[in-house]
């Protein structure tokens, strides 16, 4: 036996071991890419039909498989109608140089997210001050474009004038969900999904209700100010954590958005450890 493990390992090449980690590596950035959409749930669907498929095979249980192999088969014709918001997505990341990773084309990434940390530092104490609601949601590794399909397109710069502005009330983006991803205002008056949670307080609302579904189908972090009462909260993770002050809400970002070594460590498992 070890002999014929020898042999197959032995028949290995340089290029052999390049093929497959490049194969394995497009593997990984596709699933980052519908990781916490929809998608997943799909593909865990697809998963089970495929399991079951093959456990109906070695049964005999004829009918059974052949019913799961029609409609696998029709599964397997669907799947580019099914996926076409995260396909669109990769070809779009594949233009921009961003489906190989993050920032491939940009050096000074960790200052222009410095920079928006300052911005939306400024404006959320201004907001917190008038008693302006806000709900704003940062972008991280999961593509957040099936939220933003849902509000006006911004594309604009991000600064703490725009941002005030953009909440203030009779303002038409001012009810929805503004996303930001680096240094750019992306959409504003998106909807969000609601969380499904049913311990939550009553005193939270369809804005802090929104915060956290958002952050339990992605990685992304929410940002809500309260209109009854001005506190700060973050959500990350499904998690909710209220009256932040301005301070505080920048030392939490800049670990968890911030671009430096620990901005992937668990905001929760970061706070519990200080």
């Not at 004829?62 to 397997?76: C, D, F």
């Not at 669907?78 to 489906?99: D, N, S, T």
């Not at 941002?163 to 303002?171: C, K, R, V």
């Not at 038409?172 to 750019?184: F, Y």
Request: charged share 25%; proline share 2%.
């Amino acid at each position: 036996m070890w002999e014929g493990v020898t042999d197959i390992f032995s028949q290995i090449t340089l290029i052999d071991i390049i093929d497959i980690a490049l194969v394995a590596f497009l593997f990984y950035r596709m699933t980052l890419l519908i990781r916490g959409t929809r998608a997943i749930q799909l593909l865990k669907g697809l998963l089970v039909l495929l399991v079951a498929m093959v456990i109906s095979d070695r049964l005999e249980l004829r009918s059974i498989n052949w019913l799961l192999t029609q409609i696998m088969t029709i599964g397997i014709v669907a799947i580019p109608i099914v996926f076409q918001p995260e396909l669109r997505r990769a070809l779009e990341q594949l233009g921009r140089g961003k489906f190989f990773g993050e920032g491939i084309f940009s050096s000074n990434q960790g200052d222009e997210r410095e920079a928006t940390i300052k911005e939306v530092k400024k404006s959320i104490k201004v907001l917190q001050t008038r008693k302006i609601g806000a709900l704003i949601v940062i972008e991280r590794e999961t593509g957040l474009n099936d939220i933003v399909e849902t509000g006006i397109k911004i594309n604009g710069e991000i600064s703490a004038e725009l941002l005030i502005n953009i909440f203030m009330p009779l303002s038409p983006l001012h009810d929805g969900a503004l996303v930001i991803n680096n240094n750019l205002i992306k959409a504003g008056g998106c909807y969000l999904p609601l969380t499904e949670k049913p311990n939550l307080g009553k005193e939270l609302g369809t804005r802090h209700r929104a915060a956290i579904g958002i952050t339990e189908n992605s990685d992304a972090i929410s940002l809500i100010v309260s209109e009854e009462t001005g506190a700060i909260s973050l959500a990350e993770n499904g998690k909710l954590s209220r009256y932040l002050d301005e301070d505080e809400l920048e030392s939490f970002l800049i670990k968890l958005w911030g671009g430096n070594e620990e901005r992937s460590k668990s905001f929760w498992h970061w706070r519990l450890g200080n």
